[in-house]
């Protein structure tokens, strides 16, 4: 009986070793969804794009001030109030942004959201052929057509490759298809990020950080579902996430960074960004009512083994927040396929978001994952979460686990002797 004891102690000691310190490793993009700057001014939206460089001024942002985008005129945004675009009246036009400090010997996921201008004419088409581009290296050349109604989101891309240098420009280039023949490619939601396994399923927007950085919202939170003054809901979106309110009448959710109030001294795991939302209600306390974040994952092998890795906390009081009216979320749940992978009846703050790996059998090639929470007695409960990995069970470091098990035990027993 010792024996298995000293097995067990001694496995979950080594997996706590060989586990990474973050499932993904996220790359900083300025302005990454490209709501900076806000409230573009015209009736068009041609104008210059924080962080990045444009190499003609026939590209800019949509929606503009009154909430219209020219440019922008089919499909769902991603994330967020804007997206930019790149029109080629004036001819192939790229935008840029420098990176430094990718290391050649690892591979990257580039993800990125992409639509085409929807009015056609005589001269403009709503089919788009652009290029992906890191310094010289091609990373991919697409073609798209636009949306043709309001109810779908924007293509989605997940390029995985190994830098060949270990900085460069990444840039995006629509072509001039034809002479006189001009397109409008709308883009949105960038993040760049290493997995820590080559075999990790496509988790869109792992970590948050195709939101860029801390958006308004209210108290400059990040809040995205909300705008300045608390009173008019935007319904905006998060990229590759969806979420629901669970019934209550005031739900909020967002992207925010170190230092947010959702999160006070907790430093966010991962990257910039972390998930949180706030249920500021007295209903549906432990019960069936949850908010919910949800994503549909594509890939599995039916009947394989996977591991789901993440990162999650609950909301601590503080001056923004006192005590008497923050309480931990009830029913924290986190499923896929409809399985349930992790309940507990209270998510209680800590200094630390909570790091956990669960395993799971898939049944179907494609499968929802969701975390969710109810509220509280008291007003304003919040989950946060970050750092999202699927990824095939390591069946060669199960192995080396069992083996080192089994010399330990050998050891013991030569130590009894």
């Known amino acids: 009986m010792k024996n298995m004891l000293l097995l067990g102690s001694l496995v979950m000691t080594v997996m706590l070793w060989v586990l990474p310190a973050c499932a993904v490793q996220s790359f900083p993009i300025v302005n990454a969804s490209f709501e900076s700057p806000t409230n573009v001014n015209d009736s068009i939206g041609f104008t210059n794009i924080t962080g990045w460089t444009r190499s003609n001024n026939r590209s800019g942002l949509n929606p503009t001030a009154s909430g219209w985008g020219a440019y922008a005129d089919t499909g769902k945004r991603p994330d967020k109030c804007q997206v930019a675009f790149l029109n080629t009246e004036d001819g192939t036009l790229d ?39 890191f310094g010289e290296q091609v990373l991919a050349q697409i073609t798209n057509s636009a949306l043709d109604n309001w109810s779908e989101f924007y293509y989605f891309t997940n390029l995985v490759f190994t830098p060949a240098a270990s900085e460069g420009a990444l840039y995006f280039r629509n072509y001039l298809i034809a002479s006189n023949v001009f397109s409008s490619l709308a883009l949105d939601a960038v993040c760049l990020f290493q997995n820590s396994r080559p075999n990790a399923l496509v988790v869109a927007n792992p970590s948050f950080e195709a939101s860029g ?96 890795s993440y990162r999650y ?15 931990p979320c009830s029913n924290f749940t986190v499923a896929v396929g409809g399985s349930i992978v992790q309940q507990q009846d209270l998510l209680e703050y800590a200094p630390q978001f909570y790091a956990t790996t669960v395993t799971f059998v898939a049944d179907w090639p494609y499968m929802d994952l969701v975390f969710g929470t109810s509220n509280s007695p008291q007003n304003s409960a919040t989950m946060c979460i970050d750092d999202v990995e699927i990824s095939l069970v390591p069946e ?18 030569r130590m009894k002797r």
Request: glycine residues 12%.
């Open 95 to 133: 935008i840029s942004q420098p990176l430094t400090g990718l290391d050649t010997s690892k591979q990257y996921n580039l993800q990125f959201w992409h639509n085409a201008r929807y009015w056609t004419n005589e001269i403009n088409t709503n089919v788009c052929y652009f290029g992906v581009f």
């Open 313 to 327: 906390n609950g909301r601590p009081a503080s001056e923004w927040a006192p005590g008497l009216w923050v309480r």
């Open 213 to 308: 950085e801390q958006g308004p919202g209210g108290f400059n939170t990040g809040i995205i579902n909300e705008n300045y003054d608390f009173t008019i809901p935007l319904w905006d979106f998060l990229a590759g996430w969806d979420y629901w309110d669970g019934g209550y009448n005031n739900s909020k959710f967002g992207v925010g960074r170190n230092g947010n109030p959702y999160f006070t001294s907790s430093l966010v795991p991962e990257g910039l960004n972390a998930f949180f939302d706030n249920k500021a209600e007295q209903y549906y306390v432990n019960s069936a009512y949850q908010t919910k974040l949800r994503q549909t994952i594509y890939g599995f092998n039916v009947g394989t083994e996977y591991e789901l």
């Open 396 to 413: 060669p470091a199960a192995a080396t686990l069992l083996g080192v098990g089994l010399l330990a035990l050998r050891g013991g027993r």
